[in-house]
């Protein structure tokens, strides 16, 4: 689809500034394990000024969800996949909440009355009128199917058939356009109902009594032909000419009006949250590590020090560097359901790129020692490797570093690839290409030269990890020699130099170092592919839509306008 036209606001173009407007999207994107009372309230925390006290957010949050009528529903969790919740309809309305705790000048809801029975949508709706009256606030709204109660709630009317605007204007006078051209109403019916189905050519069969044979695509014809040429239509061009000639002052940029540091700790503390009650994150994945460090303690069970041990050990560690890391991918469906709240709130202006990597980046820090150490603990003793604690410390800190920065590539890889299962499958294909040149499966020497060994051996932090593994390892031990020929035994750092060509001129610190950095070089780039598409987008769609027909939407000044449901 290519849009065309401009966006007047006050009579100036210019970019709807977070804050100023919200937009209620069709579909519920919620935190799925927090409770109705929970999502509601950690959203005022982000949203309101610091200048409000917990006490008087908390209080704005229940008397929202009240006002929505939930207030039976406030301890039950909204739910998912795992666990059964809300309703679609409740779900709705929470969505609601979420974005009427502020009031935006600009309200944008898509089908706000989805899966609520007719009462619900009658007190919803009118709701939302008294509060868009009492705070002088616009009101933009899709809806389908609405009642006669909801429908007498508007004030003005946009009836849209493919591509074509049939009517715009006041709802009281829809009906006479109709009525004039052979359509009216019939007694006792909803006249949204016969709005829609004298318009909607989907069922091209007419079988209402009053129409006659003419076919759906000519009666909007009619319609649209008739409505070009009625008063009402030129009282419309004249009021958008008015308020465009209008060149008042900009609007307030006024944004998330939490602080940084305010919107990283309630990120991280509703992360946290999420985090313990999902089970898919990383309980599960604790599970499988538990599995896995038994199946390998048990396999290489007190390897001892003889030459066969050289090779088992760097087998050993190989995996826990590369395939025990690699299990980190099971925790990408969750990010990317993260991931899409994150993009709702962000473009409503809850927060920014920065807060939500530091809140993701620092709830995880508790899992993913957890799930490092007793794991961990297990293959390593076991195994039977060097028994000193600050050899075992460096080990369950080099897993944690390799862990996190699995973590933080397939966050890079989401911000690319948003849909969980190709994402899994890249992470999987990039991961797979690291261990491959990561040192083990073929030795960095013997490695060709142009690309696999520069620069991707480098790149791959199967290399670091590996190598921090062998020289925490390897360092301080001798084994005995069954090479003909030479001396009886054999230094670890010989074993390293010789048997796994490390690079030996840092120490193992450094190689943790580099890891670290890598996290960091990996979250930075999430932060900016995010920062950057946000930029592109828009100039992307202004180049595919040029076109020398132009057309103009304005937005009046919310404020200034009497009737609340306007679109101008």
């Not at 036209?5 to 999207?25: H, Q």
């Not at 899992?367 to 603990?377: E, M, R, T, V």
Request: hydrophobic share 40%; net charge neutral; proline share 4%.
């Amino acid at each position: 689809m290519h849009q065309t036209g401009e966006i007047l606001i006050n009579g100036r173009k210019e970019t709807l500034a977070f804050g100023t407007s919200a937009y209620v999207t069709q579909d519920d994107t919620l935190m799925t394990t927090l409770t109705v009372r929970e999502a509601v309230f950690y959203s005022a925390q982000l949203q309101l000024p610091d200048s409000m006290s917990i006490s008087e957010k908390k209080e704005r949050a229940e008397m929202t969800i009240r006002e929505m009528g939930l207030q039976d529903s406030m301890d039950t969790r909204i739910g998912g996949w795992s666990t059964k919740g809300l309703s679609g309809g409740q779900k709705r309305r929470v969505s609601i909440c979420i974005e009427i705790l502020t009031w935006p000048k600009l309200l944008f809801l898509d089908e706000p009355t989805s899966g609520l029975d007719s009462a619900a949508s009658y007190h919803v709706m009118n709701r939302i009128v008294k509060l868009a009256h009492q705070h002088g606030r616009t009101i933009i709204a899709s809806i389908h199917q609405p009642s006669s109660e909801v429908f007498e709630l508007f004030h003005n009317l946009c009836l849209l058939s493919y591509g074509k605007t049939v009517y715009f204007g006041p709802v009281s006078m829809a009906e006479m356009l109709f009525a004039t051209n052979g359509f009216p109403c019939p007694p006792l019916r909803n006249p949204s109902d016969h709005y829609l189905r004298t318009i909607n050519k989907d069922f091209d069969e007419d079988i209402e009594q009053g129409i006659g044979s003419n076919s759906t695509e000519e009666i909007i014809d009619t319609l649209v032909k008739s409505y070009k040429s009625s008063e009402i239509c030129k009282q419309v061009q004249h009021n958008v000419l008015k308020i465009s000639q209008q060149k008042r002052g900009p609007l307030e940029k006024k944004g998330s009006q939490a602080s940084f540091i305010t919107q990283s700790i309630v990120l991280t503390k509703r992360s946290f949250i999420n985090m313990y009650r999902d089970l898919g994150y990383y309980w599960l994945r604790f599970a499988i590590y538990i599995a896995l460090c038994l199946c390998v303690g048990t396999i290489f069970h007190d390897i001892g020090l003889t030459y066969g041990s050289i090779q088992a050990r760097g087998s050993m560690l190989m995996f826990v560097a590369a395939f025990l890391t690699f299990m980190a991918i099971g925790g990408f469906p969750s990010f990317v359901e993260d991931m899409k709240i994150f993009g709702r709130e962000r473009l409503n202006g809850h927060y920014g790129v920065g807060a939500f990597v530091i809140g993701n980046t620092i709830s995880s820090i508790p899992y993913l020692c957890f799930i490092s150490l007793i794991p961990g603990a297990l293959a390593y003793y076991l195994v039977g490797l060097q028994k000193s604690f600050d050899h075992f410390i460096y080990f369950v800190i080099l897993l944690f570093t390799s862990t996190m920065l699995v973590e933080s590539i397939m966050m890079t890889v989401a911000s690319v690839v948003p849909n969980y299962l190709m994402g899994i499958i890249t992470g999987a294909g990039i991961q797979g290409i690291m261990i491959l040149n990561g040192g083990f499966f073929r030795l960095p020497d013997d490695l060709p030269k142009p690309f696999w060994r520069y620069p991707m051996y480098y790149i791959a932090f199967h290399k670091y990890a590996n190598q921090g593994f062998y020289k925490n390892e390897f360092e301080g031990l001798s084994f005995p020699n069954n090479q003909v020929g030479g001396p009886p035994t054999i230094t670890g750092d010989e074993v390293l130099r010789s048997f796994w060509q490390v690079e030996m001129g840092y120490s193992k610190w450094i190689d943790l170092v580099i890891l670290f950095g890598m996290v960091v070089v990996y979250r930075l780039m999430f932060w900016g592919i995010i920062i950057t598409v946000e930029k592109i987008k828009p100039l992307i769609k202004d180049y595919m839509a040029a076109s020398p027909k132009k057309s103009s939407m304005i937005l009046e000044n919310p404020a200034s306008i009497s009737s609340q449901l306007e679109m101008l």
